[in-house]
């Protein structure tokens, strides 16, 4: 493997400032980020003195959900486009943490559509600089997984755990019946993401070999966590498995996300929202 200087250029003797927002700030809004409109719509509705700020080609919703100060925002779809809606919340509204929800493909077998993985690490399935660098690893950082924020994982996870104790309450039997939804299971680990939807069971399955402990593939969420690791920026992100990641993965997508996806989603992060602390007072 060739050896990079990772170290930081420098220009003579000048140092380098920081600037004032450059440092997170821990009185900050929670920033809630979603890919697809029909993932913040039910949020929006919910948002007490609505504000919006239009920046770089993104509505940013300023309010208040459940007593807490918050900005919803959709990213859209892809890793690029969640960067850089991540980059303005985190400098434009100094929000103290992110959460990213959303859908994503199952990859291991234990995990079943209708089930909720909240990310323990995050990697980008689809960056391969080698032989320059290791597989996965996105140059000059030395780092291909990108750990969840263990707190706030950990809030999410009880609030999901809460949520998904009573599914028939959530989501009614007929939504169950159509989606093949029976005991939902709520997962941690190791989420990727990459710029494709994954749809066929050759792609999924080249993936469960190169990385067997990756619980399930999306296309923003370990953008999002960079972006949040550079920043110094506490993250999360809780996945709702729409599909097998395989030849049937694009059937019923809306249908599921309308259905399934954003009343699981608006119910975790109101019960994580209106928790003591849900992590939050630790930063
Ligand atoms: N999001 C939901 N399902 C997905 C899939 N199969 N591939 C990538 N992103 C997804």
């Not at 940013?60 to 959709?74: M, S, Y």
């Not at 234990?110 to 960056?127: F, I, P």
């Not at 950082?141 to 998904?164: E, Y």
Request: charged share 15%; glycine share 8%; net charge negative.
């Amino acid at each position: 493997m060739a050896s990079f200087d990772v170290s930081t250029p420098q220009a003579g003797t000048a140092t380098c400032m920081n600037t004032p927002s450059s440092q997170p700030n821990a009185r900050g809004p929670i920033g809630i980020v979603a890919a697809l409109h029909e993932e913040i719509n039910e949020l929006l509705t919910l948002l007490s003195d609505a504000r919006c700020v239009h920046i770089g080609s993104r509505d940013f919703w300023t309010g208040q959900l459940d007593g807490r100060a918050v900005v919803v925002v959709l990213s859209r779809v892809g890793k690029v486009a969640a960067a850089s809606t991540t980059a303005v919340l985190i400098t434009q509204f100094n929000v103290r943490a992110v959460v990213f929800a959303g859908v994503a493909g199952a990859l291991t077998p234990g995990v079943a559509v209708g089930d909720v993985v909240v990310s323990g690490e995050l990697l980008q399935h689809d960056v391969d600089a080698s032989p320059l660098f290791p597989r996965w690893e996105i140059p000059l950082t030395g780092m291909a997984r990108f750990p969840a924020d263990a707190a706030l994982a950990d809030g999410l996870l009880n609030s999901a755990g809460a949520v998904l104790a009573d599914p028939h309450a959530l989501l009614g039997p007929d939504v169950m019946r159509d989606f093949g939804i029976a005991a939902p299971q709520v997962h941690y680990g190791l989420i990727v993401s990459g710029d494709r939807f994954v749809c066929t069971s050759a792609e999924s399955a080249v993936l469960r070999t190169a990385l067997p402990d990756a619980l399930a593939v999306e296309m923003e969420g370990a953008a999002v966590a960079q972006v949040c690791h550079e920043w110094g920026v506490p993250f999360a992100a809780i996945r709702t498995i729409s599909d097998r990641a395989d030849d049937a993965a694009s059937v019923d997508f809306a249908q599921f996300i309308a259905q399934v996806d954003s009343r699981y989603s608006v119910a975790i992060l109101r019960k994580w929202l209106s928790t003591t602390n849900g992590g939050l007072t630790t930063y």
